[in-house]
Each structure stands twice: as structure tokens, then as C-alpha cells.
């Protein structure tokens, strides 16, 4: 056998089993990642429920004098 036919044999069977390594993480991924969208919408309905219970402040209109020396 070629030296140059072993080394793409060789290539070819890491290739392989780096994509299949990667494959399983992806599949190990994929539901955490779900999972963690889901957990932030959630999260995001409860704040916004949560401030209409809160009383807004009310914008207090201040009433200012100009003429603070009595001229």
C-alpha cells in the first residue's frame, strides 16, 4: 500500500469519528438549548406580570418661581 492511500484512509476514519463525536454532542445540546429559551420566556411573561401588580410612580409636576429674589 501507498503511503499517501494509508494517510487518506487515516484522515478518513478521524473525520469520521470526529463528526460522529460532534453529532452526539449536538444531540446532547440541542434539548439543553431548548430547554433554556423556553426557561427565558417564562421568565420574561412572569417579570412583565409581575410589574402590572407593582403602583407606577406617578410624575409629580413641580411648580417653580423663577423669581426666587421677589423682584
Known amino acids: 500500500m501507498?503511503?499517501?492511500i494509508f494517510k487518506?484512509?487515516?484522515y478518513l476514519i478521524i473525520a469520521i469519528i470526529i463528526g460522529v463525536i460532534a453529532v452526539?454532542?449536538?444531540i446532547w445540546l440541542l434539548p439543553v438549548v431548548m430547554v433554556m429559551?423556553?426557561?427565558f420566556f417564562i421568565y420574561l411573561?412572569?417579570?412583565n406580570r409581575?410589574?402590572?401588580n407593582v403602583k407606577k410612580e406617578k410624575n409629580i409636576k413641580l411648580i417653580h418661581d423663577d423669581d426666587v429674589d421677589g423682584k
Open 24 to 26: 452526539k454532542f449536538m
Open 45 to 47: 411573561s412572569l417579570r
Open 2 to 4: 501507498n503511503k499517501e
Open 8 to 10: 487518506e484512509i487515516l
Open 37 to 39: 429559551i423556553v426557561a
Open 50 to 52: 409581575g410589574n402590572k
